[in-house]
């Protein structure tokens, strides 16, 4: 069974600060998607960021990157220049194409943005 | 023109009682999910349909049934709801090819159970 784990419950930065938020992954299936999400106190799910198994690159979306390392199994999200709106949940999610596609979250970190 | 529908978006009701959640979607995706979101805000898979086929179910008490008539459409039916029943139930959509498709999801389904 894949697993996801975000070990930072609770993460404080600065505005205008970079932040990373940490994700590793388990896994035995050689084809899997790598995702980020973004939930704000209103509820609604956003996604920020997708990075594939076989990328050779780390993705990027504006302000977000994904450290992606392989062979460590880590996915970690990097927001820079931190915003007062960034405060909200973020989770971590893996896709697995070989395993019906399924798609499982990690426990997620709430990151608070201080003024 | 919203992407993932739920309905209703608020549920409160009695233990014992039946309700059903509804979800929509409008993208063209074959591939449908139910995840349940905790107190704790942990994110639970439920269940997925691909093109109307059950696909993924984990271990969900089967006073929990989904339906899916249609690839665009996935129904969650509780009977007999319980306490613990309460949470934010959130349907999802997403093509299956590849691993690169990310999930849409609606915008959640409130349930609490008095």
């Known amino acids: 069974a894949q697993k996801i784990t975000q070990t930072q419950p609770g993460m404080f930065v600065q505005e205008k600060e970079a932040v990373t938020l940490d994700c590793t992954y388990d896994t035995s299936d050689p084809s899997y998607g790598l995702f980020w999400y973004k939930q704000p106190s209103s509820g609604e799910m956003i996604f920020l960021i997708y990075?594939?198994?076989?990328?050779?690159q780390n993705a990027t979306e504006g302000r977000y990157s994904l450290n992606f390392q392989k062979a460590r199994k880590s996915a970690n999200l990097v927001i820079s220049a931190s915003q007062l709106g960034d405060s909200a949940m973020y989770f971590c999610?893996?896709?697995?194409?070989?395993?019906?596609?399924?798609?499982?979250f990690g426990a997620g970190t709430r990151l608070t943005v201080k003024p | 023109d919203t992407a993932v529908s739920q309905t209703p978006k608020y549920l409160v009701t009695q233990m014992g009682n039946d309700k059903s959640i509804k979800c929509e979607q409008n993208?063209?995706?074959?591939?449908m999910y139910w995840y349940k979101q905790d107190s704790k805000k942990f994110l639970k898979i439920m269940f997925s349909y691909n093109n109307k086929e059950l696909i993924i179910n984990e271990t969900v008490p089967n006073r929990f049934s989904p339906k899916s008539p249609d690839k665009a459409h996935l129904n969650l039916h509780i009977n007999s709801l319980e306490l613990g029943d309460s949470a934010v139930y959130f349907c999802a959509s997403s093509f299956s090819d590849g691993n690169t498709g990310e999930l849409f999801f609606g915008e959640g389904s409130r349930l609490t159970v008095l």
């Open positions: 999610a893996m896709r697995e194409v070989y395993n019906n596609n399924d798609m499982r």
């Open positions: 993208l063209g995706h074959d591939t």
């Open positions: 990075q594939g198994s076989y990328d050779q």
